[in-house]
């Protein structure tokens, strides 16, 4: 359990230790409502978390609380919203006063006291009046007022990235010289010296108040942004505000991010911090501009005239209303905060902006920021993914327009922005999957659908005006989708095999590699770990070339932490970490046409560490970081030269 999902469970016990449960909420009265949502809601996802805790808890409080925390969490499997009718608005409104929002928040309340029969457990509030509904959808809908980047040029890996030239932060970095290392507590991030044997030169500390949750390394301006989040002893109680009238970051958060020049690796020294509302979600580096997303939740003591209590701040300033969007249905109850700053003068935000909604994920092009969320029909597979487009550039925030798609994104791999239009893949339930092609303004100009009924993707990848994806039931259909007409996108292609694909990588030209699991024909059991090498020369006809399965290895991280692959075909070098009896162990194979996969490494991680593993390479020289323990392999001998513990 890591820190935020302590930080929940703290705060449930806390708000709900008092209250006694309402006889709608009895266990066999939840157990009821929740297999009748199960069978309705085919939806799976690849990763459970903190929300599977609420069905260890007692009846229905920790059911409620969760519903409360909807979108405050890191997925949202078993939320499971009203779907809303009618065409979304392509308009994106901004609010026209802090008064509008705070509607948007008792109308969510009200939905869920609705639906479930129960008072709102968190608000303090008591105020009566009635929500205006058709005036705030109105304003919603009319617009209202007012490749992966995989190897850097000087010998050395980089991060592995969802989109080609836009960076994102790690645990592990390194400049070529230098390795940066984050303790796995957060505490603290070392600098490591490679030259000769590997020792630790310099040190930064997260404070006194902070975690490290990621962070960012920039070898040009010789600079590290630390990512940090807001913690106290507990994480939760007798948190102590970070600065004046600012007591609501004990229910919502705050996330920072503190820039260090590092030009004298033992001397890091503070450069720029910067502060806003809400849990860390995610951030990007782009054009020599840090995009910072954070999630807050507006619940707890919410006071209508105060917005203080339920408006975002950065920095000791809350947003201006029209800084924040609203969502295209009139409910809400948290927020998508994104900040822009300069890293030339890292102190200073650029501009700022926040997403009104009840939770959702990112995909981040080159130009436009894609924020989506579903709304699921209750009782029902049936799923509606609504899309909203921010554009940005050298540090402005811009809203676009949205749009809407049916079936949920399996990730973010998922979605894909080509020559100003939008690609996206989605399940839609037992009628099967979708391929949709939106405009520059979010609407539909093209379709496919009926795909592979029964089934769901587990992975997906676009190239060019091609795309690529993998379902799986029984088989592992790899899809390939011509995109060269956007209005009438086709299917070109379907290689059914045994398992399935969970992490698809381009590797080298016209090559295509699948990392997934191998799965029995007959029995459908899963086996090992399987790497697929597809050949996509002809994309009418793509052929699995060479395979690998690793038995007795039971699955991999790769499936939700891509940045644990280590994926260079100009090195030849595929590395991941998977879990075997014993621990973890961590590979390195490397791909030739004749030859096929071949492994090279093949050993235990002796760390110890919430978050998969990484691989780093230096010239000639792997570096696998796991927690406090760094191991370097020499990629001549592949055999271990050098350990360090930090």
């Not at 929300?51 to 059911?63: D, E, F, H, M, R």
């Not at 030009?263 to 809400?278: K, L, M, V, W, Y």
């Not at 922005?417 to 009628?431: F, H, I, S």
């Not at 994309?539 to 070339?545: L, M, Q």
């Amino acid at each position: 359990m890591d820190k935020r999902e302590q930080h929940i469970l703290n705060m449930i016990e806390e708000k709900t230790g008092n209250i006694s449960v309402p006889e709608g909420l009895a266990p066999e009265q939840m157990a009821e409502k929740l297999a009748g949502k199960e069978q309705g809601s085919r939806k799976k996802r690849k990763r459970r978390r903190l929300y599977q805790l609420a069905g260890l808890a007692a009846a229905g409080i920790a059911v409620v609380s969760g519903i409360c925390l909807y979108g405050y969490m890191d997925q949202q499997e078993d939320v499971v919203m009203p779907a809303r009718e009618g065409t979304v608005s392509r308009t994106i409104a901004s609010a026209g006063s802090y008064d509008e929002i705070y509607k948007y928040i008792e109308a969510y309340n009200a939905s869920l006291n609705q639906e479930n029969g129960i008072f709102d457990l968190f608000s303090s509030t008591k105020e009566t009046a009635q929500v205006e509904d058709s005036a705030v959808a109105q304003r919603a809908s009319d617009g209202g007022a007012g490749e992966a980047k995989q190897s850097g040029t000087g010998g050395y890996s980089a991060t592995n990235t969802r989109q080609q030239g836009v960076d994102e932060a790690d645990i592990v970095k390194t400049d070529g010289i230098y390795l940066y290392v984050m303790a796995d507590s957060g505490e603290e991030l070392s600098i490591v010296d490679t030259r000769g044997s590997m020792k630790e030169v310099g040190k930064i500390s997260s404070g006194k108040n902070n975690y490290i949750e990621e962070f960012y390394m920039l070898p040009e301006e010789k600079k590290v942004v630390l990512i940090c989040s807001y913690k106290s002893d507990s994480y939760a109680r007798d948190i102590e505000p970070y600065a004046p009238a600012s007591d609501r970051y004990e229910n919502s958060g705050r996330t920072e991010a503190v820039t260090y020049d590092v030009g004298d690796a033992a001397n890091p020294t503070e450069i720029g911090r910067i502060t806003q509302s809400g849990y860390y979600d995610s951030s990007r580096v782009s054009d020599g501009h840090l995009y910072l997303f954070s999630r807050y939740s507006a619940w707890g003591d919410i006071q209508r005239n105060d917005p203080k209590t339920y408006i975002p701040m950065v920095g000791d300033e809350v947003l201006p209303k029209e800084n924040i969007f609203l969502p295209p249905f009139p409910e809400g109850c948290q927020y998508e905060v994104v900040t822009a700053v300069d890293l030339a003068e890292p102190d200073e935000v650029t501009d700022s902006k926040a997403i009104f909604t009840k939770g959702g994920n990112l995909y981040v092009s080159n130009e436009n920021i894609y924020y989506y969320e579903e709304e699921w029909k209750e009782y029902s597979d049936t799923c509606t993914t609504t899309i909203r487009k921010l554009s940005y550039c050298d540090g402005e925030l811009k809203a676009e327009g949205q749009g809407s798609v049916k079936g949920y994104i399996n990730d973010s791999f998922s979605i894909d922005e080509y020559d100003g239009r939008l690609r996206v893949v989605t399940t839609v339930g037992e009628d099967g999957n979708a391929v949709y092609v939106l405009d520059e303004g979010l609407k539909i100009t093209g379709k496919i659908e009926d795909l592979a009924a029964g089934e769901r993707v587990y992975s997906a990848r676009f190239f060019g005006e091609t795309g690529y994806f993998v379902t799986f039931r029984e088989t592992d259909p790899l899809f390939s989708v011509d995109f060269s007409d956007p209005e009438h996108p086709k299917v070109l292609g379907k290689l059914k095999i045994p398992g399935f694909s969970e992490y698809l990588h381009f590797y080298g030209e016209n090559k295509l590699l699948g990392i997934g699991m191998d799965v029995d024909e007959e029995t459908q059991v899963t086996g090992g770990v399987k790497l697929s090498m597809f050949d996509i020369s002809d994309k009418g006809d793509v052929k699995e070339i060479d395979k690998y399965v690793i038995d007795n290895l039971y699955g991999t991280d790769v499936a939700y932490d891509y940045k644990g692959v280590l994926a260079d075909a100009r090195k030849n070098l595929i590395g991941f970490a998977g879990y075997a009896d014993g621990g973890q162990k961590y590979y390195l194979f490397s791909y030739d046409d004749e030859k096929g996969f071949r492994c090279h490494i093949e050993e235990m991680t002796n760390g110890r560490g919430i978050r998969a593993p990484r691989g780093v390479y230096i010239e000639e020289v792997l570096y696998v970081v796991q927690g406090n323990v760094i191991e370097a392999y020499s990629l001549e001998s592949y055999q271990k030269i050098d350990d360090l513990i930090l």
